[in-house]
């Protein structure tokens, strides 16, 4: 910017001095009279002269070229042209200046953005490889009739006969699902479960009988306390649900076998192969069980499995999941020395889009032992070295609304058969009798337990069961109607087997948004044969007595659920 200004300065000093010189020098040279000259030729030589002599003619007057009015012009444009110059100079430099601030600005500015702070380094180093998510279950429920039976969801628990309109509030799952992916070759999942810490009934006996844990009501009709599952000090409980390891390459890298792309190894405590795929099959877990999860079945297994789509051109044709694990469930310890084995294998002959799209056809396979130490196996006792086995077939098909018209839909034929899968531990999981003794009193619950318990613990039962699951969406609407029936026999020895029973579902859910949905629906166990007097009977080393009041009461109830999920 100085040098800008002292070029000027010079400049306009330099055209000054032009100026003056200029102005003064025609002064000299020519009067105020002879600004003009006066110009002579000689005809014969041609010459030209500025004086006259002989032998020339005159020309005329002639202006010369350096007058002082003309010398003024020339340094007037002269300094104007020099002005110019140095003006466009200046800008041309400015503008250069201003080109090179601009881009040291945008230089400046990249670095300044690329200068993060030490936390979102380590944001964009680890979050993207951290998801968290949260899944909560919760209900009113209102029963209109209370007995005994299985619980509708898990840890929902109601008291026994005699105390219709019981109605409570329940949360029954809470998670916290933690997934690192540090790679594609590996994911880590841990999910805790808080869940409320519930025993069985405690065991009553009628009053005045010593080592009872309790004592009988007087106002119970019966003469005995009704069933009522108590909670360790009204405390929540946190346990983990799923810490396991999935390898995801091995076919991908190793292999490199296309149409097995997306399986996979897992190692931990995981979904098993059947319950949470059906619950997902059919959407509706969050209000009510799956079948075999009902009856004894966990969700959730320790071992080590392989599973995964098979597909063809990104069309799936198949599904599977195998795998080896302890015989304890999640929530308990494994002192089997022995392992049970799962399998699950999903045709689907049209094609599918997603795992549970369209047409499908699914076998499942269990076989395994009690989860009892080698000492704790008593020779000749059936029950104590009986296997534990479940198998299923189901048919099933899944639409699409954009592919008819709006109405989704689905439906879930199945049909379940075991050994030795139903225990009265498992009948008991909602309610159970409070008393282990009193079997001489009149329809006393003693002598009902005992007969269940008998019953279904021989180690030579055979279970047999079907059922129909199924939903449609309603087009435009966020709302759809569901629904599940199922029919169990715990227990095919005995011609006639009171613990018989039908299980119903029916609701209609709303889908608030993508993370809540909210539904209304109707449960209940129906014990479908009359009330009889079940005779004394023996199944091969086991003798059941003879129960008077043999049917279990039926069990109603209904229900405002929810799941929220993010």
């Known amino acids: 910017m100085r040098g800008s200004r002292r070029r000027i300065a010079i400049s306009v000093l330099a055209a000054a001095a032009m100026l003056a010189g200029a102005v003064m020098a025609p002064k000299a040279a020519y009067s105020a009279s002879s600004s003009s000259i006066t110009l002579y030729a000689d005809p014969t030589t041609g010459q030209v002269y500025t004086k006259p002599g002989k032998h020339r003619v005159k020309l005329g007057q002639y202006v010369p070229v350096g007058t002082a009015e003309e010398m003024e012009q020339r340094v007037v444009q002269k300094a104007h042209m020099q002005l110019q110059q140095d003006e466009q100079q200046m800008r041309a430099d400015m503008e250069s200046k201003q080109a090179q601030q601009q881009q040291w600005n945008g230089e400046m500015a990249k670095q300044v953005a690329q200068m993060q702070p030490a936390w979102q380094e380590f944001g964009d180093r680890w979050f993207k490889k951290i998801s968290i998510g949260?899944?909560?279950?919760?209900?009113?429920?209102?029963?209109?009739?209370?007995?005994?039976?299985?619980?509708?969801?898990?840890?929902?628990?109601?008291?026994?006969?005699?105390?219709?309109?019981?109605?409570?509030?329940?949360?029954t799952r809470t998670y916290l699902d933690f997934k690192f992916t540090p790679n594609e070759d590996v994911t880590m999942r841990v999910t805790p479960n808080m869940y409320l810490m519930v025993n069985t009934g405690g065991k009553c006996s009628v009053s005045g009988v010593a080592g009872a844990k309790c004592t009988a009501s007087t106002g119970d009709p019966d003469g005995l306390n009704t069933g009522w599952a108590q909670t360790n000090d009204g405390n929540l409980g946190m346990r983990i649900k799923y810490a396991y390891l999935d390898y995801n390459t091995f076919f991908k890298k190793i292999l490199q076998v296309d149409a097995m792309k997306d399986d996979k190894f897992t190692f931990g405590q995981q979904q098993n192969p059947l319950v949470d795929w059906e619950e997902n099959l059919w959407g509706f877990r969050y209000q009510s069980l799956t079948p075999w999860n009902y009856l004894s079945l966990s969700s959730s297994q320790v071992?080590?499995?392989?599973?995964?789509?098979?597909?063809?051109?990104?069309?799936?044709?198949?599904?599977?999941?195998?795998?080896?694990y302890d015989d304890a469930s999640f929530h308990a310890i494994e002192q089997s020395s022995y392992k049970q084995a799962m399998v699950r294998v999903t045709v689907n002959p049209l094609g599918a889009k997603s795992r549970y799209d369209s047409l499908g056809?699914?076998?499942?396979?269990?076989?395994?032992y009690p989860n009892k130490s080698p000492d704790g196996q008593i020779p000749g006792s059936a029950a104590s070295y009986a296997h534990i086995m479940r198998?299923?077939?189901?048919?099933?098909?899944?639409?699409?609304?954009?592919?008819?018209w709006g109405w989704g839909w689905g439906m879930i034929g199945e049909i379940d058969y075991g050994n030795n899968a139903f225990s009265s531990g498992n009948l008991y999981s909602g309610s159970g009798p409070s008393d282990a003794i009193g079997i001489s009193s009149p329809g006393g619950f003693g002598a009902w337990n005992t007969m269940a318990s008998k019953l279904l613990g021989t180690g030579q039962t055979n279970q047999l069961g079907w059922d129909i699951l199924g939903h449609v969406d309603i087009p435009n609407t966020p709302f759809t109607v569901f629904g599940l029936w199922q029919s169990f026999m715990p227990n095919l020895q005995p011609t006639e087997n009171?613990?018989?029973?039908?299980?119903?579902?029916?609701?209609?859910?709303?889908?608030?948004?993508?993370?809540?949905?909210?539904?209304?629906?109707?449960?209940?166990i129906d014990y479908y044969h009359s009330q009889f007097t079940f005779p004394e009977s023996t199944f091969g080393s086991t003798t059941v007595p003879e129960t008077p009041y043999a049917v279990p009461r039926d069990v109603h109830a209904f229900f405002i659920n929810f799941e929220f999920r993010y």
């Open 134 to 171: 949260t899944l909560v279950y919760g209900d009113w429920g209102y029963f209109t009739h209370t007995g005994f039976g299985p619980q509708f969801l898990t840890q929902q628990v109601w008291p026994g006969p005699g105390n219709n309109s019981f109605n409570a509030f329940n949360i």
């Open 303 to 324: 071992g080590v499995s392989m599973k995964g789509p098979i597909k063809i051109n990104e069309t799936q044709y198949a599904d599977y999941d195998f795998g080896v």
């Open 361 to 368: 056809l699914t076998y499942f396979f269990d076989y395994g």
């Open 391 to 404: 198998t299923s077939g189901l048919l099933h098909y899944t639409a699409r609304a954009e592919d008819f």
């Open 498 to 524: 009171p613990l018989d029973f039908h299980r119903y579902d029916l609701g209609i859910q709303w889908m608030v948004n993508k993370n809540l949905r909210v539904a209304l629906d109707g449960q209940g």
